[in-house]
């Protein structure tokens, strides 16, 4: 399979997504009783901080496919202006290596759960309870907050807020009807996992590149909030 634009964004825009919601942080006012202004030495020291923990923060969840030795050999080659010793053919293949092996676990991890018995509504909505909570649940008109991981049935995880570090806020009816309808399921607190047939999910257009015409969606998701209308 071909290197996709999408997947060189996913792998390679973790920094420049971090920088961007820190420079955003940076814009809010400070406290009306701030302390005295640091240093440039004591700021220069703070930012990197900031901007390097944030970074780390973006590769978590991948930490098992980064070695922070090379990694950071590079972030020290790149400030100092050295040459990417990695061109993009080379990088294309190692990606390759690197999803291939993420797949099949993601598939290996799915396997058991593709083959329950699950619940289903009258839609053809299938799930199950991974963690199950009491309290409010939301309406079509309400606006939920989540985090979630979503796979197609082979393994391949196309997105992921947990991955990115940051949860996903939107209106309820705003989204593909397999979600419209099982997020209304789940009190805060809760954590599904649901299996959406391609009539509930993208249809017969799908959602290129990531995900094909009529494709059945997994998805993992964890109520956090919701705000009524």
């Not at 942080?25 to 923990?53: H, M």
């Not at 049935?153 to 309820?172: E, I, M, N, Y």
């Given at each position: 399979m071909k290197m996709t634009k999408l997947k060189k964004a996913?792998?390679?825009?973790?920094?420049?997504?971090?920088?961007?919601?820190?420079?955003?942080?940076?814009?809010?006012?400070?406290?009306?009783?701030?302390?005295?202004?640091?240093?440039?030495?004591?700021?220069?020291?703070?930012?990197?901080?900031?901007?390097?923990?944030?970074?780390?923060?973006q590769l978590s969840s991948q930490k098992e496919y980064v070695s922070l030795e090379d990694f950071l050999k590079?972030?020290?080659?790149?400030?100092?202006?050295?040459?990417?010793?990695?061109?993009?053919?080379?990088?294309?293949?190692a990606f390759q290596v690197v999803q291939d092996e993420q797949k099949r676990k993601n598939l290996d991890g799915l396997k058991s759960f593709l083959k329950e018995k699950l619940t289903k509504t009258a839609t053809g909505l299938e799930y199950k309870v991974v963690k199950a909570a009491e309290g409010d649940k939301p309406a079509k008109e309400d606006t939920v907050s989540v985090h979630y991981t979503g796979y197609l049935?082979?393994?391949?995880?196309?997105?992921?807020?947990?991955?990115?570090?940051?949860?996903?806020?939107?209106?309820?009816s705003g989204v593909i009807p397999?979600?419209?309808?099982?997020?209304?399921?789940?009190?805060?607190?809760?954590?599904?996992?649901?299996?959406?047939?391609?009539?509930?999910a993208y249809g017969e257009r799908g959602a290129p590149p990531r995900i094909p015409p009529n494709a059945t969606l997994i998805f993992d998701i964890e109520l956090l909030s919701i705000q009524k209308k």
């Open positions: 996913v792998f390679c825009g973790l920094v420049s997504a971090s920088l961007f919601a820190t420079a955003e942080d940076a814009k809010k006012p400070a406290p009306a009783a701030a302390e005295a202004k640091p240093s440039l030495e004591e700021a220069i020291k703070t930012v990197s901080t900031f901007y390097g923990y944030n970074i780390g923060g590079a972030i020290s080659s790149a400030v100092k202006g050295g040459k990417n010793p990695v061109d993009q053919a080379t990088f294309q293949k049935t082979d393994g391949t995880k196309f997105d992921s807020s947990v991955d990115r570090g940051q949860p996903a806020t939107f209106p309820l397999g979600w419209t309808e099982g997020v209304q399921l789940m009190a805060v607190g809760s954590k599904f996992r649901f299996k959406i047939p391609g009539n509930l």
